[in-house]
């Protein structure tokens, strides 16, 4: 036996690498856009969240630059000590506007609103029901709570409904949780059918609209609009860091919700402040939300050109619903082989595969920057794939 307690380490990566899981880090060199160069390549970028293309623009940076000389680069220490800034509170009144809630709280990421959110709410005596494809940090956020977690079929809700009726009676409080446009596969939850199942069976509602905000609604506030459900009580989450640009989360919801927040949420009380900088190109982004929503309107336009090109051109794809578009393929190492060969012809839409998902594809997200010439490329390069 080894006296070495870490040769496991070396063992382990070799079992990643054995099954085509290995992944490491790419250098990105230039501004976030539609055209980017990686590793020395320049690339078309259908890998980026930047929905709206507002991580490189000219007003976030510029509104970064000004709260950083003048409040300096970091928050220096949390909300509740000495982190908090006017900007925050500015910030979380205009999500709180976007969103149309009574009140909003931001946080240093969308992962760490999940974990603060959904472990405040509900605890060992509670149950948390989760639909299978939830992202990571809400399911870490249901282990951290203590709750019993059930999971559901991915969107069923005649499944949730059975869980609910077999379960619900047996615990105090009830949350289920759900991503509002699932991250990996960019389809959406049945939010109306979700919020009066929630309300049959006396339980809250969580969902996470990281990739929804900016994208979905007349006025970009997330799937929630998107269905007529504004007005409706539940919570909120999202992220500053996809269609917004910068970086950092919130949670929008009840003035009670978000006071009983600043007074449990331990990934809120116990962590630094978001920096001034990231704080004011996050509120640059709500505004620019409100003022452009051309910006929205052209996202959509992609979005149909794909679909239109993918048509005529035979890809067979599902149907898609959302700016992120999913071509299936049968394992990881043909996922990785796929998207090696978009590469080649300068196209970026990169591999997704075990463990981050079930099933391996190629994973496109579209923003309001591409330009028809370069979907056209895309689908060119999807064409090749398939032959
Ligand atoms: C990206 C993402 C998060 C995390 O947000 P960050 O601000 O990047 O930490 C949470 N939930 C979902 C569904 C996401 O896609």
Known sequence: MSNNPY??????????HRASWYRSVQTLSTRPGSIITLDGEPLINFASNDYLGLAGDDRLINAAISATKEFGTGATGSRLLTGHRELHRRLERAIASLKQTEDALVFSSGYLANLGAISSVVGPRDLILSDQYNHSSLKNGAILSQATVVEYDHNQTEDLQQKLEGEREKFRRCLVVTDSVFSMDGDLCPLPELLDLAAKFNSMLLIDEAHATGVFGNNGAGCVEHFGCTGKELIQVGTLSKALGSLGGYVAGSKALIDFLRNRAPSWIYTTALTPGDTAAALAAVEI?????????????????LKNLLKSNLVPIADF??????????DAS???????????????????RPPTVNTSRIRISLMATHELSQIEKLVEGLVAINN
């Open 334 to 352: 043909t996922a990785l082989a796929a998207a090696k060969r978009l590469r080649k012809q300068g196209i970026l839409a990169p591999a997704i």
């Open 289 to 305: 939300l409100g003022q452009e929503p051309e910006r929205r309107a052209k996202l959509w336009q992609n979005v149909i050109s």
């Open 321 to 330: 619903e959302s700016p992120i578009i999913c071509f299936q393929l049968k």
């Open 7 to 16: 040769t496991w380490i070396d063992r382990s990566l070799s079992t990643i």
